[in-house]
């Protein structure tokens, strides 16, 4: 699996930076939500900011199970493809 590495601000080390010294999990969307989440909370309310999230769980193969392509099929998970464009294909669905 990957590593990422992530990074902090940190005042009381030499560069002022500190980075994530262990591994990150192999899907690491949680990670990255709640380090977003917390650093919103920390922002005072009115404080303008720039932030770039990498979701790297993309990148993760996963099979479809029957129901969850069936649910994605039907418009149930997924968003339909617009009409007269070609359904979802079993690459696709997976």
Excluded: K, M
């Amino acid at each position: 699996g990957c590593c990422f590495n992530y990074w902090w601000n940190e005042a009381e080390l030499p560069h002022g930076v500190g980075n994530l010294s262990r591994p990150s999990p192999y899907d690491d969307s949680l990670y990255v939500a709640d380090a977003f989440a917390t650093f919103l909370s920390r922002l005072p309310e009115d404080a303008p900011f720039v932030a770039q999230l990498s979701f790297h769980n993309c990148h993760i193969p996963f099979i479809g199970t029957p129901e969850a392509r069936a649910a994605c099929a039907s418009g149930e998970t997924c968003r339909a493809p617009p009409p007269g464009e070609a359904n979802y294909s079993s690459q696709e669905l997976d």
